[in-house]
């Protein structure tokens, strides 16, 4: 396969470095942590800034584990903020690459080939990243890391692993300096796609580096992992045969929409009903919105980490593809009644709405009535659309408003977080 130049690009301490910046401070010398000071000190820090990285302090420590020797501003996430910001530095990806060229892997990070654009700028792919990341800080104030690799595996390895050590935050991988640098490298988890689960079993056959899953038997590695252990062994020979190209023409089999929420504190099982309710009433605006049907939803009932219980969860199948809440809502709180210890204090919920079709799909069955469909589905485009014009809380329904209810709060909230409006 011909070499590719794929740039890994992160961007450093994100959220803390976007809180700096709007304090017109050092990100990489002043103490601060993005967390929301309304929670309780158990609470994740969302991002901690270089300088407290320097301490010796975790990324996503708890508040608590700060130690109080260390003084630090505490900044309220701001996901609104630091969405624009994520988009602005696309924006600065675009005066580059095109945009079948990046693939953006998360909020911080994102991917680009460029393999073609190396001749244009009559660059090399160490001055072209250098470029790029000047572009970010001059624009937005914030340092980014870069990965470069002869595939998108060894791009972000280089990220991931390399670039700490180097003083220009870019590092260089090929398959064979990847052969001859990394394969003694511990922790395994340090790789990507490695967590504590595949290094326990990996420990459990003697391997604990790249290099020794190279000399394993494959065979063993298949026993062990099944069809992943052909990843992980392309893996530690530093190959990846997915290209940007691949990214791009990805069509999943089958779609899916879901909503999870870690509750403030402990729910008995009559008020986490409500919550319940709250949080199929979203999916299925979403649903509509979208243009969107679900056949089968999936419930996911966590327990109070005290307990140290499995989570319940159980799947229902409907009749018939639906985003109506008064045609979904009686199968999940069936569901949710039949498979929840009433006596456990709960903790985590999550649905899903599974076999996702559009609209055009729908069939009804015997019982459906078209009338009363269609009127709901008048009231769902009458809410959708007050939402969208005079935000979220602007139509509620009366469950929102009891006790232990969490969508008002949730509707100001981007991925659980504060908005900061």
Known sequence: MEDRIYFCIDLKSFYASVECVERKLDPLTTNLVVADPERSEKTICLAISPSMKALGIKNRCRVFQIPSNVNYIMAVPRMKL????????????????????????????????????????QMDAKELAIQIMEDIKLSTGITATAGIGTNLYLAKIALDIT??????????????????????????????????????????????TMGEITQANEDMLYRLFGIDAELLIDHAWGRETTTMKDIKLYKPKSNSMSSGQILPRDYRFEECEIVVKEMTDTLCLDLAEKGLLTSSLTLVVGYSKELEMKSAMGTITMTGATNTYNTIIPYVIDVYRRIVDKTKPIRRLSISCNNVVEEAYEQYDLFTDPAKLEKERKIQKAAIEIKRKYGRNAFLRGMDLQNGATAIERNCQIGGHKSGD
Not at 192 to 205: E, H, P
């Open 82 to 121: 630091y969405i624009k910001y994520s988009a602005d530095i696309y924006a600065i990806y675009l005066k580059y690459v095109a945009k079948e060229d990046i693939h953006v892997y998360s909020i911080d990070e994102a991917f680009l080939d460029v393999t073609q654009y190396l001749s244009l700028y």
């Open 163 to 208: 670039a700490k050590h180097t003083k220009d935050n870019i590092g260089y991988l090929d398959e064979t300096i990847f052969q001859n640098t990394l394969w003694k490298h511990k922790p395994l988890t340090d790789f990507w796609r490695i967590g504590a689960g595949t290094l326990k079993r990996l420990a459990s056959i003697g391997i604990t």
